[in-house]
């Protein structure tokens, strides 16, 4: 297993703050890793639930969210050692080489990529391999998220949404919004106006309520 | 960025088109351009979304262009299947205009049904091969496509979809880069 | 009639309602607030004021009257629509668009108009005074601060856009490491937005 | 872990996904906000003891630091997508906010929404010296009028003209489309379309 710690030259594209309001990416950021002490940390054993210790000694193996595991191992001297995730591990990145196609990445973590990329800014020596996998994954699976989209009023899709991972399936429901906007709007129903989307919402939930 | 169909249709609402009126008026001037004189049995140029309101109030018979018709659609048609890239298209809007047409004035389009069908298939057509070429702008990487021959109503049934996935696709393949580049400076 | 500043030749409101369409689909498409064109909105108002005096003194129910009446109502939709797009980036973009304004040299153009100035100042305060109330005040004093650095919502000027060619444009790369080709005029290309915002703001393209 | 209450925040407001919005989690809020207080508090004094030579707590100020981002990172998150929703009731509903939508807000958000609603207002009336409602114009029109059927009993209502005509539920009439546009987004008439 690769162990990965502090970089500087972590990559230039992504531009951290970029997105700082941004739920997605605050929820993907809570993705567990599996990190090493490097040093104790005093006083902090209360953060590890199956110990009764007072202090965090050096060595203890736990798991800690992205967001926290990043801001103690990139540094010039890291807290922490980190751990790729296991879906980002070799073994995974040959199924996904094999054929993407076939893989839930919704199970492998809703925000795949996000993750993935993210996992770019540590350091470790499998990083060129990883941001191939990444990329290639996302090739191999481009062509089905697309033609299902188009396609998707004339066939059973939701077997595959399940398996598409948060990204995807956002271009998914691009996709599908594009043909579909397009048939509404042959049929002549786009220029009825409607009510406003929070009204009819309130309406519905008013009803829900009634039928309570 | 969204754009929707009816606002796509909206621009394409501005395009002239012949009408033959049935009343007299002298010539309106109007925000966005003079139109007519407007006398009985005297074709003369107003924009789509005017001749529709006028149609409707039947003011007028509607002239439709000389692309919309059997024969003319049938060789673009034939021209659009033979051909591996997209061709010109007779109209900017062909799809606009052919369903506005069709679905307000169809008694002043000669075939109206077989027309319909014709534009349907074109669109069809186009529509299987964007999507191939989307696909291999994908496949290749591409940082750019030229589309000339696209229609903006086209465009924008693949817009949401196509340009996400580039984006998409943009940011794993900067990442990709960087990682090529730095291991091979790493190297000794 | 000539209602654009006194250094434009005077030109048709027919062409001034073909500018404001345009301007309203640019805007519609392009991942950052364009810059404001006050002058198309005033006069397309004007325009509408004038000929709804003139459609008041005419007989209710007048058929010329009601061809007026509908080209009214497409140049409200019109006008509304563009104004509720930057509206809606300026309050996107706010934090960004105002540190922008207050470095702006006199001769550059602003990309807000003084009304949405006006309100993106409203608007900035609101939105920081909120925060304030409901959360930062009651946070640790080293967090207490709204830090516009950290939070601001920033466009995404690599977003792919599709445009065409109005103007040839020279020497475009649609990547920094590319080389650059010429776009020939009426072509159509779908490439990011940061390499071609320059061609867009000088009217050489127009987004599709 | 730290962070967690904080993110529970953000898990709720995912959940409740109808484009509306849950009441505002005052309790929620203050939790993470106590969390902090105790976060910083603690580090202040594993600051002072540092310098007074202890060794070893660096990590412990280093986690609780990024720990205190990250509540403030949720928290302002949280206030920030409540305040997008709110504007877009604005856009929605109008400046009255019906009774039980209210309920669901905080007492500053309310008085948020207010502001937010008078600014608007206030750009509206300012636009090409004459004033425009951005709200109406949603779609683009094609014709000057329009059929629609009422859906409640709503009561008179004042045509263009002058005249007054009933609202009854299911009744059917023909409105000036510009007229009558509010009264579509607000679910009193529904937009027929042959």
Known sequence: VSVMSGSFSSSQSSTANARYFDIDEILATDQKMPCEFEQPAIGLGFIDPSSDDKDVPAGAKLELPLWLARSLAIRRRPFVTVELPVAYRKTYREILSADANVVDLHKLGPFFYDVGMKLLEFEHDEREDLSRTLLETFLNRFRRIMDSAQNAFHEDTSAMIEKLDDVERRLFQAGQMGVQQFEVWERMASSKLVTATAVASHRKRKRDQLDL | ?188 | MSALGDDEEAITSAEVLKRLELAWSNEKLAPELLHAKPELVDCMMEQIKEMEESIKRVKKGDFVASLHQLEIERIRFVTASYLRTRLKKIETHYAILLDEEEGRSAEEPSRLSPEELAYAKQYSESVEAHFNVLALQGMPSNLRTFDREKMAVRSNLDSYVFFRVLKRCDQVAAEEDEVPVDLERNTQHIMRYRPVALYLANDSISLL | MFGERALELLRELQRSYDGILPAYNEDGVRQVLEEMRVLFEQNQRDVRATADGQTGLYVGIHLRHASLERNQRCVLAYIHDRMIRIRNLRWDFGSVLPRDLQLCLHEQELQWFNKYSRNLAGYMRSIGGCGLDLTQGTKPPKSLFIEVRCMEDYGEFETEDGTIILLKKNSQHYLRRSHCEHLIRQGILEHLIS
């Not at chain 2, 909206?10 to 351009?33: C, D, H, V, W």
């Not at chain 2, 004035?105 to 534009?119: G, I, K, Q, W």
């Not at chain 2, 299987?128 to 000339?148: G, H, N, P, W, Y």
Request: net charge neutral.
């Open chain 2, 1 to 188: 960025s969204v754009m929707n169909a009816d606002e796509v249709e909206f621009l394409a609402e501005k395009q002239l088109i012949t009408i033959i009126p049935n009343f007299s008026e002298n010539r309106i001037y109007m925000i966005g351009g003079e139109f007519g004189p407007f006398n009985p049995s005297l074709p003369t140029d107003v924009p789509l979304w005017l001749a529709i309101h006028l149609k409707k109030r039947q003011k007028c018979r509607i002239k439709a262009p000389e692309w919309m018709a059997v024969e003319p659609l049938t060789q673009t048609k034939h021209d659009e299947v033979a051909s591996a890239v997209f061709t010109a298209m007779p109209s900017d809007h062909y799809m606009e205009i052919a369903m506005s047409l069709l679905n307000n004035a169809s008694d002043d389009v000669p075939d109206a049904d077989r027309v319909r069908t014709l534009v349907k298939d074109i669109w069809d057509t186009r529509i299987a091969k964007l999507r191939k070429s989307i696909d291999q702008m994908v496949r290749s990487q591409a940082t750019t496509a030229e589309l000339t021959c696209l229609t903006v109503m086209e465009i924008n049934t693949i817009r949401p979809f196509l340009t996400k996935a580039l984006d998409h696709m943009r940011k794993l393949r900067v990442h990709a880069e960087e990682e090529h580049i730095r291991q091979k400076r790493a190297l000794p």
